[in-house]
């Protein structure tokens, strides 16, 4: 069985990760990972954070830490590009499976945008919009139908993410789940993601892999 983590932040952007390029590599192939997905925060905030001047300038940052992870990851660790997207919405948090720099390029105003046009702009380009953390606090529920899934384990130990009540929300309305470990610090653990047959070396598979069900959630508690 192989195993990806889903839910991975990186010191390079987002403004809370206490972990470079070389930690992170370290922690995931010492814990036997074979995939990783760098979801980096794709906020307003993280936005003003970096200090950009334009959106074009951004998102080469935003990428440019995608490029330098799999650059040193190479032949050690898959390391996929996805993203945490936040909206100026409210303080809700999403994973975004199936994003590409073309789609960021494209999209400068999706800051602005409420949940039901991410998820018709996600579904237009055959992305998978997925709620990370719902019921930690300051989160907003979101109807099921503006969702594909929930991340019903999150692995940070900072946090109450309420796994218990995510799943079970999940299950109530046939979501795609996902668990993740919210990777800020050196010193947590790896201690979930994913479990499949075949190796996850592209985004494209990953998507369709979380389509099918056809994987196991790593949940470890500690």
Aim: charged letters at 25%.
């Amino acid at each position: 069985m192989f195993k990806t983590e889903l839910h991975c932040h990186s010191s390079d952007i987002s403004a809370c990760a206490r972990v470079d390029a070389d930690i992170i590599i370290e922690k995931f192939t010492s814990a036997g990972y074979s995939t990783l997905v760098l979801a980096n925060h794709f906020s307003s905030g993280t936005y003003a954070h970096n200090k950009c001047e334009s959106w074009d300038e951004w998102v080469d940052k935003y990428i440019g830490a995608y490029e330098l992870l799999k650059e040193k990851a190479k032949g050690k660790l898959n390391i996929l590009l996805g993203m945490e997207l936040r909206t100026n919405e409210n303080n809700n948090d999403y994973l975004v499976f199936g994003v590409t720099e073309k789609f960021l390029r494209e999209n400068e105003s999706i800051f602005k945008m409420n949940i039901w046009d991410v998820h018709k702009l996600t579904s237009a380009n055959g992305m998978l919009l997925v709620q990370a953390h719902p019921f930690r606090d300051g989160m907003c529920v979101n109807h099921p139908h503006a969702l594909d899934g929930v991340e019903v384990f999150n692995g940070h130990m900072g946090h109450d993410s309420r796994n218990d009540i995510a799943e079970a929300w999940a299950n109530k309305f046939s979501l795609i789940k996902t668990s993740g470990t919210d990777f800020h610090y050196a010193d947590v653990p790896a201690n979930a993601g994913i479990l499949t047959e075949c190796e996850i070396t592209s985004m494209d598979a990953l998507v369709e892999v979380l389509k099918s069900g056809s994987y196991e959630l790593i949940k470890e508690v500690y």
